[in-house]
């Protein structure tokens, strides 16, 4: 019988031939890097399933699920919250208007999750995990998805009647003032700002790093380094915003960001 | 026990247990094989994979578990089916028979509520695993991008079940939501550059109205039952394909 299962398996990738040739010379050198899913894994996969359903059963029980008043369109709730995965989103409704924090942001981060593979170029670190031989995509990956549960937190924890900031031991009755002395750059002062920010941005990295930028290309430098500063342009608009009382950082007629 | 056990062995050579189960228990690496390659469910996995893959600590198990809470919520989702009616006079009533009279009704919405929170947070956790093991590069790229795709459909999962209750959590909380979408540029009313106005725009389009209402509570059960579960189903079948096809999970090269 043999190995002859293993070779039938990816017959289209060469690829997979390949890499299944040097894992028969492995199996061959005496070294068992493989486990049979019968029963090892089926079983595993199975008790996971057990342990799973009696947590769901323990937990439905120990906790209803919401139900409030029937819905009233007259009666608002304050505050109302997204339901909490989407809080993230509403959290960044103080800082931008609706059609960056609802649209353009969700969008943005979706097509940049879908790009990565293919601007990706580093080879390396495939398969485990090795935070050395990719020190730039996973520190930006995991400050980005950080940012995410950041907002996420203090939009659901911390924010309470008009979605002003409550910590967890103060009363939502005590009544807080919302921020009036917001003011914003005039627009060419603005359009400055912005086009430093994204021109120093895209061109520093180049100068400091010519291989990477080799590496890359023309074409996936441009999308790596626009998404990436885009993604810090958030949390730099939340600074701007806190420590400044910068509303907006560009006011044209047509939209403000 | 000579008796037990002749029975039990007579059972199993019977035509009809045959029949059903085609390969004893005997632990033969052929068996093993066969166990896998003969039964439809079990053979989504290769016959042997490589050790490491059988590890918590590499996979942390959530693409597996999110596919487990999938199918939870599909369950779950159908029994509570038989209860529910999407339309407004109803909805919320119907909420009320579950949780008080129907018998484990109200430990089924739990199950159904709860499973569907947890499957959010394992989605983000196995794509927060898949990049952090570079799980992503060649030849795994498409598949990254069918997991993305998952994500997605996981979260408008979530959100249209949410309005179904047909409460003030339910409603405002999708209010929110969709009046976010009419700041969709071009074709959200309130957008920059809005082409359309509020009668003809995205927002209308979702929720078959201006507000939320009837249209919009049956227009969410719809994508919740019909259209995003076969979008996952799909999108998963595609998704547990390409691992195989793409060499299985991914490992140091
Ligand atoms: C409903 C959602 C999803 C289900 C049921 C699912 C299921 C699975 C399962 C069972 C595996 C096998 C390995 C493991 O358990 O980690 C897997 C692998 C994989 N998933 Fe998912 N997944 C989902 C969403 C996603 C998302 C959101 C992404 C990424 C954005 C993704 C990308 C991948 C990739 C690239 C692999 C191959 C990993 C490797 O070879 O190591 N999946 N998925």
Known sequence: ?257 | MSRKKSLWKRVRRSQVWRSVFRHDYTDTRRNRILQIRSNIFLHIHPARIPSHAGRIRFTWCMGGITFFLFIVEVITGILLMFYYRPVIEYAYQDMKYLRFDVPFGIILRNIHRWAAHLMIATVMLHMLRVFLTGSYKPPREFNWVVGVNLLVVTFLLSFTGYLLPWDQLAYWAITVGANMIRATPFIGHEGPFALVDRYHDIRFMLLGGTEIGANALLRFYVLHVIVLPLAAAVLVGVHFWRIRKDGGISRPL
């Open chain 1, 1 to 257: 019988m043999g190995e002859y299962q293993d070779r039938y398996e990816f017959p289209d990738l060469k690829f997979n031939v390949q890499r299944g040739k040097k894992r028969d010379n492995r199996m061959e050198k005496g070294e068992k890097k493989d486990m049979f899913v019968w029963p090892d894994l089926v079983v595993m996969e199975f008790l996971t399933a057990v342990a799973l359903t009696i947590i769901l059963i323990v937990w439905a029980l120990l906790v209803n699920a919401p139900l409030l008043e029937v819905a009233n369109p007259g009666i608002s709730e304050n505050p109302s919250k997204a339901p909490w995965y989407f809080v993230g989103l509403q959290e960044l409704l103080v800082y931008f208007d609706p059609w960056i924090a609802g649209v353009m942001i969700p969008s943005i981060i979706i097509i940049c999750l879908m790009m990565i593979p293919y601007v990706d170029v580093n080879p390396r670190g495939s398969g485990r995990y090795a935070f050395s031989l990719r020190k730039f995509a996973l520190i930006n990956f995991n400050i980005g998805f950080l940012m995410w549960l950041l907002l996420i937190l203090t939009g659901y924890f911390l924010r309470g009647p008009d979605w002003q900031l409550y910590w967890p031991w103060e009363s939502w009755t005590v009544v807080k003032k919302v921020e009036d002395n917001l003011w914003s750059p005039d627009p060419a002062t603005g359009l400055t700002g912005l086009a430093l920010y994204f021109g120093l941005g895209m061109i520093i990295p180049r100068l400091v790093s010519r291989d990477f930028y080799r590496k890359c290309g023309p074409a996936r430098y441009t999308i790596v380094m626009l998404s990436i500063l885009l993604m810090y342009f958030v949390p730099i608009k939340i600074f701007l915003r806190l420590a400044f009382n910068i509303r907006y950082v560009l006011v044209t007629p047509w939209f403000n960001i």
